[in-house]
């Protein structure tokens, strides 16, 4: 699953609700990338059947389980 630039969502935002595990790839299992710590904003970009592409404020790209 592939969400390209151009179809991004703008300005849509959200704030992390606990820890949550950033992926690589919209799969269960996937590499962790890194993590949203609670409390934390986040750039909603698009989201698939069981993940949310997000974008942290530092610039990093990920998936997260659940539709974020």
Same mark, same amino acid.
């Given at each position: ?16 609700? #606990? %820890? @949550?595990?950033? %992926? ?5 299992? @996937? ?12 750039? %909603? %970009? #698009?989201? #698939?059947?069981?993940?949310?592409? !997000? ?5 990093? !790209?990920?998936? !997260?389980?659940?539709?974020?």
């Amino acid at each position: 699953e592939r969400i390209p630039p151009e179809s991004w969502l703008i300005g849509v935002y959200g704030r992390a609700e #606990g %820890l @949550a595990d950033v %992926l690589r790839e919209p799969r269960t299992g @996937a590499e962790l990338q890194t993590q949203i710590e609670n409390g934390e904003v986040v750039r %909603l %970009l #698009g989201h #698939g059947k069981t993940h949310a592409l !997000v974008m942290k404020f530092d610039g990093t !790209v990920g998936w !997260v389980e659940g539709g974020a």
